[in-house]
C-alpha cells in the first residue's frame, strides 16, 4: 500500500460514505470517560470544533454524550443537530435480533430527547457466533431510515475481520452495506489486507487507539522522530492516521489536550471528499509528514494489538 505524505485536509473536512452521507474526519471518543465528566468533556470538545462524537451502549455514558450535544446545541444556535454526527454501538451481550430491539428502545431512551435521532449505530464487535451477528444486523437495517422507536441514518461494524464481512454479505438478508468498520488501526497494526479489502467495498475504517494509549509515546523510533522534527509523538500519530485516510477517534479527559488533538489538523474552510485519498481542491488546509517520519512508521507486518488484552478480536470466530 503507497503511503501519503501530504494531502489537503482541514479540522472541518468530511468523508463521503457509501450511502452519501458525510461523516466528519476528526471524532471525539468518551471511552472509559467517567459518566459525571462526560457531558461537560463532549460539551469542551464541540466548543473546540469537534462534529463527531463517538460512544458506545458499553461505555455507560451513552446519556451524558448526548446531552453535553444538546446543551452544545442550546448554547450555540448558529450549530444545528444535522451538523453534529454521533455514533453508537450494541453490545456483544445485546446482540441477537430481538436482543438489538431491545437494545435500540434503551439507546432511544437514553438519547432521543436530547438528539433526536442517531447518525450511526455499530456492532461492537464479532467476538459473539454468526447467529448472533446476522441477527443483529438484521435488527438494525429494520431501523434505518424513520422508525417510531429510534431513526438510525447509518449502519456498521466494528472489529470485524474480513471474514465476518464475507459472513455477512454472503447472507440471505443482507441490505444495507455497512458504512464503516471501526478498529484499532496506529504504526504497529496497519491492517495492510483489511484495509485493501474495505477500501475496495467503500467501507470507510474508523480508527480507534490511534494514540497507542500512550504506550508507544516512549518508543525509541518515535521519540527520535519527534526530537528531530519538533512535533508531539501524539501529534505524530494523529497525522499519520489522517494520511492514512482514516476516520479518526482522539479519545482524552484533559481539555488542553482535546485542543491539541484537533490542532493536529490544519485549518480551514473544510470539505467534502468523495473517497478519503481522491479528489484535491486548493482552497483546503494541507495536512503532512516529512517523508523520514512516515517511511519510519511504514511497519506493514507488524501486527501489535494494545487492546482487548492483546487478542485481535477481527480474528474470532
Known sequence: MSQTVS??????????????????????????????????????????????????????NEREAAQGVAKFLKDHPNVHRRDIWFTTKIRNQ????????????????????????????????????????????KALQEFVGVNPVLQIKSIGVSNYGIHHLEELFNWDGYLIKPVVNQVELHPWLPRIELREYCAKLHILLEAYTPLTRGEK??????????????????????????????IVLAKTENPQRIRENLDALPDGPGDAFENPLGRRNSTLGRLDLEVEIIETLNKPNSKEVLTWGGVDPTLCE
Open 7 to 60: 494531502m489537503q485536509l482541514t479540522k472541518n473536512s468530511k468523508y463521503k460514505l457509501n450511502n452519501g452521507q458525510y461523516i466528519p474526519v476528526a471524532g471525539f471518543g468518551v471511552y472509559l470517560m467517567p459518566a459525571e465528566k462526560t457531558a461537560e468533556l463532549v460539551y469542551q470538545a464541540l466548543v473546540e470544533g469537534y462534529r463527531h462524537i463517538d460512544s458506545a451502549v458499553g461505555y455507560y
Open 94 to 137: 445485546d446482540q441477537g435480533y430481538e436482543e438489538t430491539k431491545e437494545s435500540v428502545k434503551q439507546i432511544a431512551a437514553d438519547v432521543k430527547e436530547y438528539i433526536d435521532y442517531v447518525d450511526l449505530v455499530l456492532i461492537h464487535s464479532a467476538k459473539t457466533n454468526k447467529e448472533k451477528r446476522l441477527g443483529t444486523y
Open 217 to 246: 509515546f516512549t518508543d525509541p523510533e518515535l521519540v527520535q522522530l519527534s526530537q528531530k522534527y519538533k512535533i508531539s509523538p501524539a501529534d505524530i500519530l494523529l497525522k499519520w492516521s489522517y494520511l492514512q485516510g482514516f
